[in-house]
């Protein structure tokens, strides 16, 4: 039987945590469910202890990078630790499928790429509240700078090899899993993305929504410019702005006179018709 030992960073998660804790403990080889109470406000503890889990409270709140680091401390030294967000409910229970390559020894970390339960009618991820520029620019970051492009690039849902986590310095907050990506990788890790049927509750449009991301933007920015640089993160996030998609470059095109016509008219006849306004002046009265 393999140690492993499910770490759950909660904050003001009552609502969802007793759920995720049951379905935690029917995963086989989960010998302990360590919920880590970010210093909540609501009866998060309570909820959890009742659900079965070995909770740790927090005076205050730490951040999700200090909840986990806090739990890893009161682990002991399992073989392999489970990363789940507190928001999972009962699809918690499919985080042993995030352990079968790690148990082989195919892969150091898996990563959750979220399933058929969180997707639309036609098999589409469905779009969140936000505009998916952190994901974009995290995405950017890891492929360039890891060589891999990963589906979900902030996903909280992993499986860790325990001697590889105790060995990282985990980032702060929501800078977690970039850090987590970006250090396993300079270690050496083999890192594999696993899709698994979890399902979560997206954050909304709303300004709480949109405070949340701005945090977890922050969070990302500041882990990713400890590891590659200041400099290289501004390149990165410029680059992840403007570019949604893959811009190809015709250079026949480009240098056709069709194009050359196109771009004449887009950049010369319409500032050159602006300027003419500008400085066209009324006739006076008197003329």
Do not use: C
Not at 236 to 253: G, N, S, T, W, Y
């Amino acid at each position: 039987m393999t140690h492993v030992v499910a770490i759950v960073p909660a904050y003001n998660s009552a609502a969802t945590v007793g759920a995720t804790v049951t379905a935690l403990r029917l995963v086989p080889d989960v010998l302990d469910v360590i919920v880590v109470d970010d210093g909540s406000r609501d009866r998060t503890a309570a909820v959890a202890s009742s659900a079965g889990a070995r909770v740790v409270e927090l005076a205050r709140n730490r951040g999700k990078g200090g909840a986990v680091a806090a739990g890893v401390a009161a682990s002991g030294a399992p073989e392999i630790y489970l990363l789940i967000d507190a928001d999972l409910g009962p699809t918690a229970a499919h985080a042993g499928e995030l352990l079968g390559p790690v148990v082989a020894s195919q892969a150091d970390m898996t990563v959750a790429v979220f399933g058929t339960h969180d997707r639309d009618e036609a098999g589409a991820t469905p779009r969140r509240g936000g505009f998916g520029l952190v994901k974009r620019l995290a995405g950017r970051v890891l492929r360039i700078e890891t060589g891999t492009a990963f589906a979900e690039p902030l996903s909280g849902q992993r499986a860790v090899r325990g001697a590889l986590l105790r060995s990282l310095e985990l980032a702060e907050g929501f800078g977690l899993e970039i850090g987590l990506t970006l250090d396993a990788t300079m270690r050496g890790a083999v890192i594999a993305e696993v899709e698994v049927p979890f399902a979560h509750r997206p954050t909304g449009r709303d300004i709480g929504g949109f405070a949340h991301r701005a945090r977890i933007g922050r969070h990302v920015l500041r882990a990713a410019s400890a590891r590659i640089g200041g400099r290289r993160l501004l390149f990165h996030l410029v680059a992840a702005a403007i570019a949604r998609r893959p811009v190809r470059f015709d250079v026949k095109r480009a240098l056709s006179l069709d194009a050359l016509r196109s771009s004449l008219r887009k950049f010369g006849q319409a500032p050159l018709s602006a300027v003419r306004r500008r400085w066209r002046r009324p006739r006076s009265r008197g003329g």
